[in-house]
């Protein structure tokens, strides 16, 4: 199994300063996995899954159970709660536990729930934990060749070359397996189609049907396997009722289940300084990107994820406020993506499965916004900077170009 060292470090840097952190991510993107390899670095250390019958009886007998937990030497132990969001009462527990033992024992909780805004009401729990997210592979973390976050926001476009030796079959592996390490890992299409099928099934039936206040569990689904048809254009809901034949806020608020358990993530129109631009519509891209069949929409899809992943984990390290957006203009201009740092834009990132000649509307908008852009291709000769009046935009292949991201 891979160590994951990119969210270790994140761990290491985090829990130096609070004896309570939170993992989020999907389900089944190995925060189990990550919390073990944590606790193995521990003298001391107890696991708790909420899911194991006997571990909730040890908690509804005794909150404190974790007192007994066997010490080897003096040193801090530490307690992993595991899916502890299913309790309902969650974050009460969480916040006593913390302000009595916070000094004594570190505490690290998992959960494939949106543990940062997922359980409603309850005692907050502000101000007592960091939380990161943990994704699934991606070839920033494969590649290991990531550079400084200072470096890149310098100067995205002088990123050097990467040794594209390994990194293109990762890239490849990457779209055809996911990068839930599961079917990574397996590497065989048989067992990517049956994980794949199992997943969803499982998330949609189990997960969200128990957890939320859904009953339409047949048109959740539809919805679900409508989307990958849909990634690489901005998304219109009343558009899919009307194919579901459900009600336009139905469609708003499965759409934000699915973010709530991590099946999609959205990202949002930059309108800043953009004349006529959309403002409303959403794009919508998929963890599980090989149920994505256009090559073209898969791709827009494995850089949004590279990128996605990034940007939350800036945010998560304390690096900045940045956030990622599209632009598209009422005549139908489009870069797929933005990046921006503290409501300022940093970068424009486009992506064109085999199109070494920057596209109209990524030379348009970096005029309009005078910052740099890169569009990035399946694959090149190498990397190549073009002219754009007082500006370069450099057009790279993906899986080089990617596999540097801080």
Do not use: C
Not at 187 to 209: A, C, F, G, P, V
Request: net charge positive.
């Amino acid at each position: 199994m891979k160590k994951r060292i990119l969210y270790q470090k994140v761990w290491t840097e985090l829990s130096q300063e609070k004896s309570l952190i939170l993992i989020a991510g999907p389900r089944q993107a190995g925060k189990t996995t990550l919390a073990q390899i944590i606790a193995d670095s521990f003298t001391n250390s107890l696991y708790f899954n909420w899911d194991i019958p006997e571990h909730r009886t040890r908690l509804f007998k005794n909150p404190n159970f974790f007192e007994s937990v066997i010490r080897k030497d003096a040193s801090k132990p530490l307690i992993v709660f595991d899916e502890i969001h299913k309790f309902k009462d969650w974050k009460n527990y969480l916040k006593g536990i913390y302000d009595q033992f916070h000094g004594q024992y570190q505490f690290l909780v998992s959960g494939s729930g949106r543990l940062d805004i997922y359980q409603r009401g309850g005692d907050s729990l502000a101000g007592r934990y960091y939380l990161f997210h943990l994704w699934p592979f991606t070839l920033a973390e494969l590649g290991g060749r990531n550079i400084g976050i200072n470096e890149f926001l310098r100067s995205p476009q002088n990123i050097h070359e990467a040794n594209p030796k390994g990194l293109k079959d990762l890239w490849t592996r990457l779209s055809e397996m996911s990068g839930f390490p599961e079917p990574f890992l397996l590497n065989k299409e048989t067992s990517y189609r049956r994980w794949s099928n199992t997943y969803s099934n499982q998330l949609i039936r189990e997960d969200i049907r128990d957890l939320t206040a859904v009953k339409s569990i047949k048109e959740l689904e539809t919805l679900y396997y409508l989307l990958p048809s849909k990634v690489g254009s901005p998304l219109s809901l009343p558009s899919l009722a009307s194919d579901i034949r459900v009600s336009y806020n139905s469609i708003r608020n499965w759409l934000s289940v699915f973010e709530l358990f991590f099946l999609v993530f959205s990202i949002y129109p930059w309108t800043k300084k953009i004349s006529r631009a959309i403002q409303k519509e959403r794009k919508v891209y998929l963890w599980d990107t090989p149920r994505i069949k256009d090559i073209s929409s898969r791709f827009e899809n494995m850089v949004a994820v590279e990128l996605y992943r990034a940007i939350t984990q800036w945010n998560d390290l304390g690096f900045g406020t940045f956030s990622l957006h599209f632009i598209r203009n009422k005549e139908k201009q489009e870069v797929d993506f933005l990046i921006a740092e503290q409501g300022k834009p940093v970068l424009l990132i486009e992506a064109k499965i085999s199109d070494s000649q920057p596209s109209p509307a990524l030379k348009k908008f970096q005029d309009n916004l005078q910052i740099p852009a890169v569009q990035l291709i399946e694959d090149h000769g190498g990397y190549q900077l073009i002219s754009n009046k007082s500006q370069k935009i450099l057009i790279a292949p993906a899986y080089q170009w990617l596999a540097q991201l801080p």
